[in-house]
């Protein structure tokens, strides 16, 4: 065991030299930047405070959003999704996968559950011993379960999923406005150095690995902003854009996307004051996602609604899809509903009449 717990040790603090080589290159930066640009090359008094001010927004709203990705730990399944002690015994017992598969199908039943393995199965981690919920999926080098895992990132030494997906796109964000702030006021001192303008000091080659420092990261940041963009307005996660999320009905990988602006708030959340800031603002709890409508899913109950007694039914169109739990939370968010998209059976009882609401599959 003694070895083992060495390891595992050396292992962890290997982890932060990435973190503790941003950290230095940073801290570099920062000097670099105030000392030997503003305070030093730069004669221009107020061309050294816009800079200043400019600079230290950027470097504030950078560092903290860093910070946040980092030290934010990576959102577990809950209690719920854990096996009951007289079904997990069972399920430790049987040595047979059907039989062990229809005990995880007891249990899931009342779980809000609606993607499977690619065998059509309860996605259960043996690791972790819990059933795991929607787009959650175990990160080895956290050895855990982590809620809508997106990936494990070396440079900030941590899962990025649920709890810290928004801060980690604006530390994307704010490290690209970062480089391209520093890359951009350097440039004309960055010119001055091969046309020997510059004063014969030392700070002439800090302007210089400046530019260079910062070129090479903005252009690396942008390709990686730009792809999580992407993600985040299909409403995928990284592994998900690599292999599509399995429904009952089959692969999909658009099965969680609500449209655009639905997609960008379910990480930013509704209030766009907030988005800029590193602040938790996604929607939900990480366990369920609203999922678009997109086969006929025998297993999930009918949505039935109470109307008012004065209120006339109309015979509607054939339905095409039964509403599931979530789905049925995404269509109470929306204040109108097309006619188009509604059909109404009438049922009679007890002299009431009830609606069934269906939604229409997309095409």
């Known amino acids: 065991m003694a070895p083992t717990h060495v390891l595992r040790c050396c292992q962890r603090g290997l982890a932060w030299i990435p973190v503790i080589f941003i950290a230095l290159v940073v801290c570099w930066s920062y000097y670099a930047y105030v000392v030997e640009l503003c305070i030093i090359t730069i004669p221009s008094t107020g061309e050294k405070i816009v800079y200043l001010v400019l600079f230290h927004l950027s470097f504030i709203m950078f560092v903290w959003s860093y910070w946040m990705t980092i030290f934010t730990r990576p959102a577990n399944p809950s209690k719920e999704f854990c096996l009951p002690k007289v079904e997990k015994e069972q399920y430790e017992k049987e040595e047979r996968p059907e039989n062990q598969q229809e005990i995880l199908k007891r249990v899931a039943s009342s779980l809000p559950l609606y993607t499977r393995t690619g065998a059509g199965a309860i996605r259960y981690c043996d690791r972790c011993q819990v059933i795991k919920p929607d787009r959650c999926h175990h990160c080895s080098a956290c050895d855990m379960c982590v809620l809508k895992m997106d990936h494990h990132c070396p440079w900030v030494n941590n899962c990025v999923g649920f709890s810290n997906y928004k801060y980690f796109i604006l530390f994307l964000a704010y490290s690209l406005v970062y480089c391209l702030f520093i890359a951009a006021t350097v440039l004309q001192y960055f010119i001055k150095f091969w046309t020997n303008e510059l004063p014969d000091t030392h700070a002439k080659f800090h302007v210089l690995f400046l530019f260079f420092v910062a070129a090479m990261f903005c252009i690396s940041i942008l390709s990686l902003f730009s792809y999580h963009l992407w993600l985040v307005g299909k409403n995928r996660s990284t592994i998900e854009a690599f292999r599509a999320p399995v429904f009952r009905n089959g692969p999909d990988k658009n099965g969680f996307s609500l449209g655009f602006t639905k997609n960008v708030a379910q990480v930013f959340g509704d209030e766009k004051k907030y988005w800029l800031c590193p602040i938790f603002t996604s929607q939900g709890d990480g366990l369920t996602f609203p999922t678009r409508l997109v ?69």
Do not use: A, F
Not at 312 to 330: C, K, T, Y
Not at 334 to 362: M, R
């Open 295 to 363: 086969n006929i899913d025998p297993e999930q109950p009918t949505v039935i609604i109470q109307p008012d007694s004065s209120k006339s039914v109309e015979d509607g169109s054939v339905p095409q899809s039964p509403m599931s739990d979530s789905q049925n939370r995404l269509l109470g968010s929306d204040h109108h509903i097309s006619d188009d998209h509604l059909s109404i059976d009438p049922l009679k009882s007890d002299g009431t009449d009830d609606i069934t609401v269906y939604l229409e599959s997309e095409s």
